[in-house]
């Protein structure tokens, strides 16, 4: 996206291996998002649809990053069945 690199907090690893999100997957939605929703001046959330493949749903997978001039850190990842609640169609 920008470049930078992503570097992921403590916090942002336990997050993703306690829901079940591979680090490899956190790393390619900071970089390559199918969105990014802002939330405040140096913190977006950037989000990509994936199929969960025990259940067969989709769901959508944020990952919240604070963005500074030497690299993007990742503060918390989560991942939720909720597409409607939180993927912006316009």
């Known amino acids: ?3 930078k690199p992503v570097i992921l907090s403590a916090h942002a690893r336990w997050r993703a291996q306690r829901r079940g999100v591979e680090e490899a ?3 390619e939605i900071a970089t390559v998002p199918e969105q990014v929703v802002p939330v405040r001046p140096g913190r977006e959330v950037r989000q990509a649809r994936r199929g969960d493949p025990k259940s067969g749903r989709e769901h959508v997978v944020r990952v919240v990053v604070d963005t500074g ?3 993007d850190i990742v503060v918390p990842v ?5 597409l409607d609640k939180y993927w912006r169609t316009t």
């Open 69 to 71: 001039a030497e690299a």
């Open 1 to 3: 996206m920008t470049g």
């Open 78 to 82: 989560y991942r939720s069945s909720k």
């Open 25 to 27: 997957t956190v790393i």
